[in-house]
């Protein structure tokens, strides 16, 4: 926001100088338009001072620096807070924040100090959309917070990578800020076989470490692969069936196959498979020998040769019980 004032002094400078003064800001940093040249009089009479008027527009990081200001103030907290000459890493504006009390403003993993630098982006960028302006990216540090964090956070990855080839699993973080998850990719990037991939939304995304599938990945290189052969327009040749067999065959053939099983087989004119003469041997049919005798038959035994003992007991028992007359059965 524009802010005006009108000094004097003796000299346009010491004008000037009064009217930053009086804004709050330093000479430099603001513009002026003369109003009334300085007279000389004589003698001490007549003597005329300038007149300008001082116009200060605020930058970006004005904006910034007088909303955590003024928030520190209403808060009530011993802090000081300091714009940085020099840029951080990824070319943002800095401001530090230092002092006893400020370390109630970092929160739980930087979660406070991470609102409180969106609030400061919102209140440097208002008006710069409409205007036409450029976007500047605004960083808050506390007591050097984010360098230690970063740290942390590296030696993590490390840690995490060295679980990740040594059990071969993959393993999740907490959910952290895309800041935080940048510290992440980038170190695992200098680390060989685990690579990096973010899953989940918004407040809940997070990093997942994995383990590296070179077989996948890596490709062989192209003068490796085998040639493809190439195609002469030759048509592949049919396949070759069996003929089929004619039923009058199939019907003889079965027919001869009943008569042999049902048939004894004379083998008085021919020859063994051996080789030996066997105009001798005995005819053969399908059970075997002809003359092989008989296999016996099995003696069938009555109960008392089977069970001796059983039918010599039963038989005592019904000589120990009287036989009754026929007047008392009446």
């Known amino acids: 926001m524009k802010q005006e004032t009108i000094s004097t002094g003796r000299t ?5 100088s009064n009217g930053a003064a009086e804004l709050g800001v330093d000479s430099e940093r603001v513009t002026y338009e003369v109003l009334e040249q300085p007279k000389k009089g004589f003698l001490g009479f007549g003597e005329v001072p300038a007149k300008v008027k001082v116009i200060y527009t605020p930058t970006p990081e004005d904006s910034a620096l007088e909303f955590i200001r003024n928030l520190i103030e209403n ?29 109630v403003l970092i929160g739980h993993h930087g979660d406070t100090l991470d609102s409180l630098q969106c609030l400061c982006s919102l209140a440097a960028n208002r008006g710069e959309e409409e205007s036409g302006g450029t976007y500047t990216r605004i960083t808050v540090d506390i007591e050097d917070y984010r360098a230690k964090r970063e740290e942390s956070l590296r030696r993590l990855a490390r840690s995490m990578a060295v679980k990740v080839r040594k059990y071969r699993k993959n393993i999740t973080l907490e959910p952290m800020n895309p800041y935080e998850r940048r510290i992440i990719h980038s170190e695992i990037q200098n680390i060989e076989g685990v690579s990096t991939m973010s899953v989940g939304s918004e407040s809940n995304r997070r990093v997942v470490i994995y383990l590296e599938d070179k077989s996948r990945t890596q490709n062989p290189p192209r003068a490796e692969r085998p040639a493809a052969k190439p195609y002469n327009g030759a048509r592949r040749p049919a396949p070759q069936f069996a003929k089929p067999i004619s039923n009058d065959i199939a019907n003889a053939a079965a027919k001869n196959a009943m008569a042999a099983k049902t048939a004894d087989i004379d083998t008085s004119d021919t020859e063994s498979d051996t080789g030996i003469d066997d ?20 003696e069938k035994k009555t109960r008392e040769q089977a069970f001796p003992e059983i039918v010599a007991a039963e038989r005592e028992a019904k000589a120990s019980v009287p036989e009754n007359s026929g007047d008392d059965s009446k």
């Open 279 to 298: 105009k001798n041997a005995a005819p053969m049919t399908r059970y075997g020998d002809a003359n092989r005798p008989p296999r016996p038959k099995a």
């Open 12 to 16: 346009i400078e010491a004008a000037v």
């Open 75 to 103: 808060m009530g907290i011993d802090a000081q807070v300091e714009l940085a000459h020099e840029l951080t890493p990824s070319g943002d504006r800095l401001i530090r924040i230092t002092g006893a009390g400020a370390g």
